[in-house]
T-cell receptor, first 113, second 115 residues
Framework: KQEVTQIPAALSVPEGENLVLNCSFT??????LQWFRQDPGKGLTSLLL?????REQTSGRLNASLDKSSGRSTLYIAASQPGDSATYLC????????????FGAGTRLAVHP | DGGITQSPKYLFRKEGQNVTLSCEQNLNHDAMYWYRQDPGQGLRLIYY???????QKGDIAEGYSVSREKKESFPLTVTSAQKNPTAFYLCASSIGLAGYTDTQYFGPGTRLTVL
């Protein structure tokens, strides 16, 4: 069964810290992996999409890496700010699954001043 | 403004009622999706549509129905057969290039509560 797991479920850090969110997935035959941000009671905002042939993607203070062989991805947030507080969701699409995404349960991040 | 709109934002349903959630996009995307999110959980796919007049069941389609008569619209009906419909419902769309997976763009969601 194709599953996505995110650790930790929740994280609280002081402003300015660099932090890493983890995502693991079963079955390495993926099309791509996406990281999303969700604010409370809101929809999802796409942050980064990594194709299966890529090792990492960067956008501003965000860097996402992909290691298919180990079934892992990490989202690195540099110099965290209170505005980064949200839930971060990892989603994977697998070969043969069209664009069907399987989501992890998310990591709820709180950055305090 | 290009984007995805969902209405209503909040919806209350009595036991045994069918309700329809609206999803409209003006991004000219071919593919559209419906997800359900329960507290503390990730999203689960209900239905998806790759083109007009075509749709497929996702992982949790039982108790739900959809239609895709227009490219920009993909309404979801929650029927009385859905035993636990209280959840946050999210609609998404993507360009939908055949054989290629692309970024999905999400609407703001509808929170459905069964009274």
């Amino acid at each position: 069964k194709q599953e996505v797991t995110q650790i930790p479920a929740a994280l609280s850090v002081p402003e300015g810290e660099n932090l890493v969110l983890n995502c693991s997935f079963t079955d390495s035959a993926i099309y791509n992996l996406q990281w999303f941000r969700q604010d409370p009671g809101k929809g999802l905002t796409s942050l980064l999409l990594i194709q299966s042939s890529q090792r990492e993607q960067t956008s501003g203070r965000l860097n996402a890496s992909l290691d298919k062989s180990s079934g892992r991805s990490t989202l690195y947030i540099a110099a965290s700010q209170p505005g980064d507080s949200a839930t971060y969701l990892c989603a994977v699409s697998w070969i043969g699954g069209y664009n069907k995404l399987i989501f992890g349960a998310g990591t709820r991040l709180a950055v305090h001043p | 403004d290009g984007g995805i709109t969902q209405s209503p934002k909040y919806l209350f349903r009595k036991e045994g009622q069918n309700v329809t959630l609206s999803c409209e996009q003006n991004l000219n995307h071919d593919a559209m999706y419906w997800y359900r999110q329960d507290p503390g959980q990730g999203l689960r796919l209900i239905y998806y549509s790759q083109i007009v007049n075509d749709f497929q069941k996702g992982d949790i389609a039982e108790g739900y129905s959809v239609s895709r008569e227009k490219k920009e619209s993909f309404p979801l009906t929650v029927t009385s057969a859905q035993k636990n419909p209280t959840a946050f419902y999210l609609c998404a769309s993507s360009i939908g290039l055949a054989g290629y997976t692309d970024t999905q763009y999400f609407g703001p969601g509808t929170r459905l509560t069964v009274l």
